[in-house]
């Protein structure tokens, strides 16, 4: 009896504690100050609304919200995890099925405390780890332009999750593990170099509605990160990508940067540095096609001054970041590594066959016939050939690599997709070549990798 009596007072408070956890922070919802539909929309002005759509661009709230040929904000995008498949909601201004109905306390505790209008826990495939940290009024100023869009009476899909991950009270101990309301970033100890201000937009854009860390952090077997400030990258389970370190220079890193070249990059999606080509590709080229491309240049510099700054760390010392698969013994490239081709090497061939026409001999890239313009970037020394993960690389053979088309770079060239032509065992060759070749020394990749990415596992 007194074993039993322990274990139910022990139930009783760990159940107390969980819930203190999920509640922490939340004033009661108030019926007044605005919150009725009547006030609210009142406030809606077409400023309000100019701002609020702005804010939502920075968030990339549409590319989530949207499910492919349907309306804008009308949800229904599934969100694949290691757990199941999470269900983007209805965000336009439809009262039953949408948020039109909605309070802007109520749309504040979804941002602010990750819980929706009736009081159920949401799933952090929306990243309220991150909206979290924006303030009050950008708050409201979202929800008058999402009360702006047009209704769309798209009934919401149930989630698809695995037990116990379906279960609320799970997702209690999770948010009691991992989730802490927070507030905006405070301002920073800097050098004197940098104007706090700048910095602090920066890490407000990044942190919180920008959402970065929601691919560019390592999380654990739980699917948690170790908090917004986590940019040291990651496999995103979303698309089976790897989004390199932001705090590693030999990955996505662009501390010795200057600005004006990050700024170019977040704008038009591709970027000429130092006589080498930067262009972003898959999960990326998607922020840069919704999000990125339309901020000020006011505010990507603010992010650049951010990401200037960060501490740089290198990859291969960070716990848990993923290593591609070693390759067998056969059909492995040679262990020495190469630095020129062979008319013998089945590697070299794959790579004269299929790269070379583009990417040059060495390559070393190809440019315009004026020389003006470099067109195809050079994979000797391009730093996402030698990403300690190949699953990028992979991705772009098999899928084809692909700019976003942008204002500053409206028909960028791109690459076909070989998934018809190559094996995953050719690809593994070829892939394994470029990562030993023109003095390269990276981990080689296996034909089983190949076939695991290809088939999204």
């Known amino acids: 009896m007194r074993v039993a009596a322990a274990l139910i007072t022990l139930c009783a408070l760990l159940t107390a504690v969980v819930w203190f956890l999920n509640v922490r922070g939340e004033a009661a919802l108030s019926s007044s100050s605005g919150t009725t539909n009547a006030t609210a929309t009142s406030l809606d002005t077409p400023e309000r609304i100019a701002q609020g759509a702005y804010l939502a661009r920075a968030g990339n709230c549409q590319s989530c919200h949207t499910q492919r040929g349907g309306e804008p904000y009308a949800g229904g995008r599934g969100v694949p995890t290691p757990f199941g498949t999470v269900y983007a909601s209805n965000l336009t201004s439809d009262k039953s099925q949408g948020i039109g109905a909605w309070t802007a306390d109520e749309f504040w505790r979804a941002m602010h405390h990750g819980r929706s209008r009736d009081g159920r826990l949401l799933y952090p495939a929306f990243p309220y780890a991150n909206t979290t940290r924006i303030t009050r009024t950008d708050s409201d100023l979202l929800l008058a332009f999402l009360r702006s869009v047009p209704a769309a009476s798209r009934a919401n899909t149930p989630h698809d999750l695995?037990?116990?991950?379906n279960l609320q009270a799970s997702l209690a101990v999770w948010r009691a593990l991992y989730f802490r309301p927070a507030t905006p970033a405070s301002e920073p100890t800097?050098?004197?170099?940098l104007q706090a201000t700048e910095w602090q937009r920066g890490a407000y854009l990044i942190e919180g509605l920008g959402h970065c860390n929601a691919c560019h952090a390592n999380r654990n077997a739980l699917g948690a990160t170790a908090g917004p400030l986590d940019l040291s990258?990651?496999?995103?389970?979303?698309q089976n990508w790897y989004a390199p370190s932001l705090h590693s220079t030999a990955e996505a890193g662009v501390m010795d940067w200057d600005a004006k070249h990050i700024v170019e990059l977040l704008k038009a999606g591709a970027v000429e540095r130092g006589g080498a080509m930067f262009s972003v590709a898959g999960p990326m080229s998607e922020v840069v096609l919704g999000s990125t491309q339309h901020l000020t240049d006011a505010d990507l510099r603010a992010m650049a001054v951010y990401l200037q700054v960060l501490p740089r760390r290198t990859a291969r010392g960070m716990?848990?970041?993923?290593?591609?698969?070693?390759?067998?013994?056969?059909?492995?490239?040679?262990?020495?590594?190469?630095?020129?081709?062979?008319?013998?090497d089945p590697a070299a061939q794959l790579y004269t066959q299929h790269c070379a026409q583009c990417h040059g001999e060495q390559g070393e890239g190809r440019r315009t016939a004026d020389g003006k313009l470099l067109i195809y970037p050079a994979l000797a020394g391009n730093r996402a050939v030698t990403l300690p993960n190949?699953?990028?690389?992979?991705?772009?053979?098999?899928?084809?690599?692909?700019?976003?088309?942008?204002?500053?770079?409206?028909?960028?060239?791109?690459?076909?997709?070989?998934?018809?032509?190559?094996?995953?065992?050719?690809v593994a060759l070829l892939l394994t070549h470029l990562r030993r070749s023109w003095g390269h020394r990276v981990e080689a990749v296996s034909a089983l990798y190949v076939s695991r990415v290809r088939n999204g596992r």
């Open 162 to 165: 695995a037990f116990p991950f």
């Open 190 to 193: 800097q050098s004197a170099r």
């Open 233 to 238: 990258g990651g496999l995103i389970p979303v």
């Open 319 to 344: 716990q848990g970041t993923p290593k591609t698969p070693a390759a067998p013994a056969a059909p492995a490239a040679p262990a020495a590594p190469a630095d020129t081709t062979s008319n013998t």
């Open 390 to 426: 190949a699953a990028n690389l992979i991705h772009v053979v098999l899928e084809g690599g692909f700019a976003p088309a942008t204002a500053g770079n409206p028909r960028p060239f791109g690459m076909p997709p070989f998934a018809t032509l190559l094996s995953d065992a050719e």
